[in-house]
């Protein structure tokens, strides 16, 4: 069969590629590029992961560890977003990571590194939608605050939680035209929001930092330093922050089933969403740090810091004008999260990760959306936050989650694609060349850094008030996702199985890949 066959037979440039890889095009492909990039870009939303965490920053390091703790964490951030595009070029499947780890892993290691890949990513996925909305409510009972002074109890601010999971969760429901209007809304609030906050913080501050009150002032209440621990480990205790601003950005490869030119559009809306957010958040970060008057005052505040900061610069209405942009962008990137999450649990049901399998993979024949998955999904979210109504570390921990869940995912197919699957692995239009290697190892390296330092006690002494959970969740994770493959799992789970399963079919449309591969390289340059 020949690219022409191809075509005539009425099959897109994507639908090859995607059958190609042993699937049919079963998810609506509807969203254009823009589209793509403003669901990452709303996955990975700097307002959200900035904002709700500026006092843990504060307290863990202060200025210093928030400048320039952004810039290093983006460095490494980079590497490995890049090695995931480069991936994502050549398989664009909604199974994102979980296809790439058993893809690369080979017969010999992708069932396993499949498995646990699944489960790290979707832990990370459910920790981040429900993150970022907790963080909304939280914010929505500041700005009450501030305009009533009437303070909600952590189970009025749990309500609220629940209330905005459930419309996120609708929204996921109505069909491609509500992820298509939530991801264009959210792009203009992340971007004009971001510049709204920092223009409006730099010109009604009455009095602002010094550049070195910016970019040298170290604070400690975490009490490590107390405990004699160097400097150092609150730095990178302080890291959180920047970290938990920098996920989501798989969301693209997820959307890539849905996405047009998805072998192109895929890598760019990652890369592109790295580069977005990691110049609004510094903006947003310079902007809190010029113009916050008094630290211990804004950790301490009923407000939070960031309220604090908002209203000590812009009064009531101006604060609460502000924390509504906030909101806004976390219950968009609740949203944009369940989508992503619903697709990974998708694409492993399809392969029979999952019990009952068939029930959860069952579209919703007028929206063609997966339906059951969203409202799973959504429970799941829900269930990790219940914590935060006893913790008051709760959300710092579900970050901490997020970040172990994420990261690890993210590491799993790079670190196999330049180490078992560096010979098997064919580069498609966007590639690395030769770098592939090296900025795989430093991301990997960094995440294994990560794994450990994000876990430890946020405050010492730790109490069950300041107790980090991290470890309860990922072990818990660990103890269930490994526990089942052992005893059972692995006498029935082979990874990704395609449902295209006529070999010759499948060879010929991989043969027409390579053509369109070999015509797009003669028309323009490979990316690098």
């Known amino acids: 069969m020949t690219v022409a066959t191809d075509k005539q037979a009425g099959m897109s440039e994507d639908e090859i590629r995607l059958a190609s890889l042993g699937y049919q095009q079963n998810l609506k492909r509807q969203f254009s590029a823009f589209q793509n990039f403003g669901f990452v870009l709303t996955n990975a939303s700097v307002l959200i992961g900035i904002v709700p965490l500026l006092g843990d920053a504060m307290r863990m390091g202060g200025p210093v560890a928030l400048t320039w703790g952004w810039l290093i964490v983006a460095s490494f951030v980079f590497c490995i977003a890049l090695g995931m595009a480069e991936i994502c070029s050549t398989y664009p499947t909604a199974g994102g990571l979980y296809y790439w780890t058993a893809k690369l892993g080979g017969k010999k290691y992708g069932p396993v590194f499949s498995w646990f890949e699944a489960w790290f990513n979707s832990l990370g996925q459910i920790a981040g939608a429900s993150g970022s909305v907790l963080a909304a409510a939280r914010l929505l009972a500041n700005a009450i605050a501030i305009g009533s002074g009437k303070v909600l109890d952590k189970y009025e601010i749990f309500a609220i939680f629940v209330a905005m999971i459930i419309t996120g969760a609708i929204m996921n429901c109505v069909g491609g035209v509500g992820l298509k209007v939530t991801s264009i809304f959210s792009v203009w609030v992340h971007i004009l929001g971001t510049i709204v906050i920092v223009i409006v913080l730099l010109v009604t501050a009455d009095v602002k930092n010094d550049a070195s009150f910016v970019f040298s002032r170290f604070n400690d209440a975490s009490g490590y330093t107390e405990h004699g621990f160097p400097k150092g480990v609150v730095f990178m205790l302080g890291l959180l922050t920047s970290q938990w601003s920098m996920l989501g950005y798989d969301s693209s490869a997820h959307m890539s089933e849905e996405t047009k030119d998805s072998y192109v559009n895929g890598p760019r809306g990652i890369v592109y969403t790295v580069i977005a957010a990691v110049t609004m958040g510094w903006a947003l970060i310079l902007g809190f740090m010029f113009c916050m008057d008094d630290i211990e005052a804004a950790v301490s505040s009923d407000f939070g810091a960031a309220g604090y900061v908002f209203y000590q610069t812009a009064g009531q209405k101006g604060a609460i004008f502000l924390l509504a942009i906030v909101i806004s962008a976390g219950w968009c990137c609740g949203v944009g999260t369940m989508a992503a999450n619903s697709r990974m649990f998708y694409a492993f049901a399809r392969d029979n990760g999952l019990p009952a399998s068939k029930f959860w993979t069952t579209l919703n024949t007028r929206t063609g959306m997966p339906i059951r998955l969203v409202w799973l999904s ?151």
């Open 378 to 528: 959504a429970t799941l979210v829900i269930i990790l936050a219940i914590p935060s109504m006893f913790s008051g570390e709760a959300m710092s921990a579900i970050a901490g989650i997020c970040i172990i869940g994420f990261t690890v995912s993210y590491a799993i197919p790079v670190f196999l694609r330049i180490t078992v699957g560096r010979h098997t692995f064919v580069q498609s239009e966007f590639n690395l060349g030769r770098w592939s290697t090296i900025l795989g190892a430093v991301g990997c390296a960094w995440t294994a850094l990560a794994f450990v330092m994000f876990q430890m006690p946020l405050a010492l002494p730790a109490t069950a008030n300041t107790m980090n959970y991290t470890p309860v969740a990922v072990g818990f994770m660990l103890v269930f996702a490994g526990g089942w493959y052992a005893l059972d799992a692995h006498k029935w789970f082979k990874g990704p199985i395609p449902d295209i399963v006529d070999m010759d079919v499948k060879n010929d449309m991989e043969s027409s890949v390579a053509t369109l591969i070999v015509e797009e390289d003669s028309s323009r340059p490979i990316k690098k």
